[in-house]
């Protein structure tokens, strides 16, 4: 399990920005400052669905120099193309389809029936943890307070 301060494990997975399908690599992205990794249960659940447009509506992702934000679900490219598209998202969503990266930050869950537990995390451009949060139940309402945490976090790294 990754925890804050803990150097997050590099990645590379396939992605769609709701158009392209590409290879993204954790790392080609800490090199140009913070990254927020969003893992999300599945595309089109309301709890996730609410999850991700909210994060993305957010000015801090959209007009932030050197802050990249990345959605990780187990869904496929295909479908997380179709998601992006319809929800509008501006940002890429990445296939975990065999729970690889999950395992490695410590959100799969074999006892859940997407097997990932919804969690934020941010990373700095050394790639060390600065922001961890865990849901505690993956069907809660999404609070809004963690978005606010998770801003401070950011905040925190730029004073």
């Not at 959100?107 to 943890?129: H, K, N, Q, T, W």
């Amino acid at each position: 399990m990754v925890h804050v301060g803990d150097v997050a494990p590099d990645f590379t997975l396939r992605g769609t920005d709701g158009q392209m399908l590409s290879q993204y690599t954790l790392s080609d992205y800490t090199d140009d400052g913070c990254v927020v990794l969003s893992f999300y249960m599945n595309d089109f659940s309301p709890v996730c669905s609410k999850q991700m447009c909210d994060l993305d509506d957010i000015d801090l992702f959209q007009f932030e120099e050197g802050v990249s934000m990345f959605g990780i679900s187990p869904d496929y490219v295909y479908s997380h193309r179709e998601f992006s598209r319809q929800k509008g998202l501006t940002f890429p969503l990445l296939a975990d389809s065999k729970f690889e990266v999950s395992k490695q930050y410590g959100v799969y869950d074999p006892d859940l029936e997407s097997g990932v537990r919804r969690a934020l995390f941010l990373v700095d451009g050394d790639r060390r943890v600065r922001f961890r949060w865990l849901a505690s139940d993956n069907w809660a309402a999404w609070d809004h307070g963690t978005t606010e945490a998770l801003k401070d976090a950011l905040d925190q790294l730029r004073a």
